[in-house]
């Protein structure tokens, strides 16, 4: 018998089967889905690499065959179902195989690590029988065959767990008599357990969460259409996954529910682990590996029904999966930075038709593309306009022209009705969230007399300044200097701090109010397993009045005490150069306002803006929500931009700025050779160069998506390797919203 072996070494020249032969040892072991250690190459290297199929016989010269060395797990750490997938992510994200199944087995698992620790337990030894006939009838030794008997009726338990319950004394005297055995065991180590922090009421659902729910078990057997919950913040979808979950679980099926990272926090967890108890398992990558594994595995084993966790959680080992449940579905942490590159929405799509799964997403403000496919009747749409809990109402949303603000001698970064609103809160005794889509102290840092700008010397951006430590920081490569006293370029002493980050609304929010309690979170604050949970329990408790943060506040929890978000720059994501700016724009406006007035008390938001007549400010402030994608979709159409038009973007990376141009320039040339194609570029990226990488980009839109995904994959295969010969990486990423009919896995 021969195995069809997949290597774990990714490298573009062996992105192949390769045939072993399976020693007879072995026979009963190597199936799909094992890891296996093989020689590979000259000298006796062994490699690490997966089994993606078995045959009896090999095309290879028998000479040339080689034997798997060994076996290291006794579980397939992929199914077949898992390895189709991979097969199609292999295609739709032009990654290689091997690194697709990497992404889909449980991380960590690569590490020598020991996932199972020993336990003590105790069974019910030889003369457990005789023991409980000896101390039944005997008035103080009676105890005795109590517990002989309990562990009779247990079969096996914890020794731990018995000595709560009974002396030493006791248990000591039943195993010197034989009546108990105690015995190693090997458990999983511990499971991520969660703090819960706030209770959760007994729900009912509302006439429009019965209809949502009512409609989805109508189709119980046609869930082949995704279908999309467009419910406003505070609506309740979690309440309706909660539903959905427990009739799936009524079928004996199991079910993914994916958060984006930073929405994972005890509070939006607590509420599944409360409903599902042991059945629901957390994952999340502030977990260590054996975590992570362990949850992994109670999924394989089928202890577990259900796993709330971010992207990664979408590969969890269910034999029988009912529902993906993909909450906040616009999320871009959705979408993979690393090779491959895939996204978790469509990926979950893919997973769904070949399990017969059904795919539930849910969001305040879909992504565009979502909202077109429901457009198009690709998925259901269904929408929740409700606040769930009684009397509290949509906040009042206010926009300030910060232009006035200057024209009225205000250089303050508070409006001036912001500053009011923000100091009779305080009087009021209310919470108050500021929000910066920015880090740090200041956007840039340049001298006033010359005007440089002070850069990193290894990307095409300006550094960041941070007031506490008084250091210059890169944000892409982390590349940190110290403040100059002088300016570089021509000496002078004057050098000024433009922009505005977190650590400057914080230091203004101290000056201008020196006896509120400030609390600030971005990348910089949170840190380690809890730091990010710490900072919200404390807001939560009432230990801070101003939680000043990024997008990082803007997920959702619910403080019930907030009743003023102000956002200090809502234009700050339009200008990233990129086509789905408003998107983003319109999107985290509408998210951070949904913070305010979460319960009884009324909220306000006010929106700061240099530019007040921007359609996609607009329409977050008015909540003007089908207006939005209207227009939207409408601009999108008439750009040809995606999702209406397939289009791909070629990232063309090297080290050697003449190398990269030339080769961006020979793949641009090789795409105008298709027809129809309309090929953009090469153009330098919006920031051209990262961690000393010089980056171009060639963005290819057409038609026909056929035509389109077979160039790029073309073109890529043709021209990967002599690139990465001298350096430079290209990299594609197609867009299309047929992309479940363009990428077929070969089945
Ligand atoms: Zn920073
Ligand atoms: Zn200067
Ligand atoms: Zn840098």
């Not at 930073?262 to 599944?272: A, D, N, Q, V």
Request: with cysteine; net charge neutral.
């Amino acid at each position: 018998m021969y195995a069809q072996v997949i290597l774990s070494i990714s490298h573009t020249d062996i992105d192949r089967v390769f045939d072993y032969a399976i020693p007879e040892e072995l026979l009963s072991r190597v199936k799909i889905g094992m890891r296996v250690r093989v020689p590979f190459g000259k000298g006796k290297s062994i490699t690490e690499g997966y089994v993606v199929g078995v045959k009896d016989s090999t095309d290879v010269p028998l000479e040339k065959i080689k034997n798997i060395a060994y076996v290291p797990d006794g579980f397939p750490v992929f199914s077949e179902t898992m390895l189709k997938l991979a097969m199609w992510m292999q295609e739709r994200y032009f990654a290689t195989l091997s690194k697709c199944l990497q992404t889909i087995i449980p991380s960590g698992i690569k590490d020598k690590t020991d996932y199972y620790k020993t336990v003590k337990y105790v069974r019910t030894g030889d003369n457990a029988l005789e023991c409980i006939l000896k101390y039944e009838n005997d008035k103080r030794r009676s105890k005795r065959s109590d517990v002989i008997n309990l562990v009779l009726a247990r079969g096996e338990l914890p020794l731990a767990e018995l000595k709560k319950i009974n002396s030493e004394y006791t248990i000591s005297v039943l195993r010197d008599e034989k009546a108990l055995d105690v015995f190693d065991k090997k458990v999983l180590a511990d499971t991520y357990t969660c703090s819960i922090i706030e209770e959760t009421k007994p729900f009912e659902p509302n006439a429009e969460q019965k209809n949502i729910l009512e409609e989805w078990k109508n189709e119980i057997n046609d869930r082949s259409r995704p279908l999309l919950i467009h419910g406003i913040t505070g609506s309740g979808k979690t309440e309706v996954y909660i539903r959905m979950i427990e009739q799936i679980i009524a079928e004996g099926k199991q079910a993914i529910v994916l958060v984006p990272e930073i929405s994972l926090t005890p509070m939006m967890t607590g509420r599944f682990i409360k409903r599902f108890g042991n059945k629901a398992a957390v994952t999340h990558s502030r977990m260590n590996y054996r975590e992570r594994f362990n949850c992994w595995k109670r999924a394989q084993d089928g202890d577990i029904s259900v796993v709330i966790g971010p992207r990664s959680a979408l590969f969890m080992p269910f034999d029988n999966l009912g529902v993906v449940i993909i909450d906040e579905e616009h999320e871009k942490s959705y979408v993979s930075e690393t090779s491959p590159a895939y996204d978790a929405v469509e990926t979950a799509e893919k997973l769904c038709i070949l399990t017969g799964a059904s795919l539930v997403m849910g969001t305040a403000t879909p992504s565009v593309r979502t909202y077109y496919r429901c457009t198009l009747g690709d998925v259901r749409y269904t929408r929740l306009e409700k606040r769930a809990v009684e009397g509290s109402s949509k906040p009042e949303i206010e926009m300030v022209d910060m232009r006035d603000e200057l024209r009225n001698g205000n250089r303050s970064i508070f409006s001036r009705k912001l500053y009011t609103a923000l100091a009779s809160n305080l009087q009021n005794k209310k919470q108050t969230m500021l929000f910066i889509n920015r880090r740090g102290y200041s956007t840039f840092v340049s001298c006033r007399s010359c005007g440089y700008v002070m850069k990193c010397s290894h990307c095409d951006v300006s550094y960041k300044y941070h007031a506490s430590n008084g250091k210059l920081i890169c944000h892409y490569c982390g590349e940190t200097v110290d403040k100059p006293d002088v300016c570089p370029a021509c000496g002078s002493k004057y050098i000024r701090y433009f922009g505005t980050g977190t650590q400057k609304v914080e230091e203004e929010v101290r000056k201008c109010f020196p006896n509120a309690r400030v609390l600030r979170m971005d990348m910089d604050t949170v840190s380690g397993k809890n730091g990010y949970a710490d900072i919200l329990n404390r807001f939560a408790t009432g230990d801070a009045d101003i939680l000043v943060g990024t997008q990082m506040i803007a997920k959702g929890h619910d403080f019930k005490n907030v009743t003023l978000v102000g956002i200090m720059a809502a234009d700050i994501s339009l200008n990233t150069g990129e086509y789905n700016a408003a998107e983003r724009t319109f999107q985290l406006i509408t998210q951070v306002a949904g913070r305010a007035g979460r319960a009884e008390a009324e909220g306000k938001v006010i929106v700061q803006t240099y530019e007040p007549d921007n359609p996609a400010i607009i329409a977050a402030v008015k909540g003007d929500v089908d207006g939005f994608y209207r227009r939207e979709i409408a601009f999108r159409k008439s750009m040809d931009y995606p999702p209406c038009e397939a289009c791909a973007y070629i990232e063309i990376t090297g080290i050697d700025e003449k190398n990269a141009i030339e080769c961006a320039e020979s793949a641009g040339y090789e795409f105008k050779k298709y027809e129809g194609m309309n090929v953009l570029g090469p153009v330098a990226e919006y920031i051209s160069k990262i961690k000393d990488e010089y980056r171009y980009k060639i963005i290819l839109r057409s038609k026909n998506d056929c035509i389109l995904m077979e160039a790029v994959k073309e073109v890529y295969e043709k021209y990967r390797h002599d690139f990465e010969n001298c350096g430079v990486y290209i990299n594609p990423k197609a867009e299309s919203v047929n992309m479940m009919q363009l990428v077929e896995s070969d089945e």
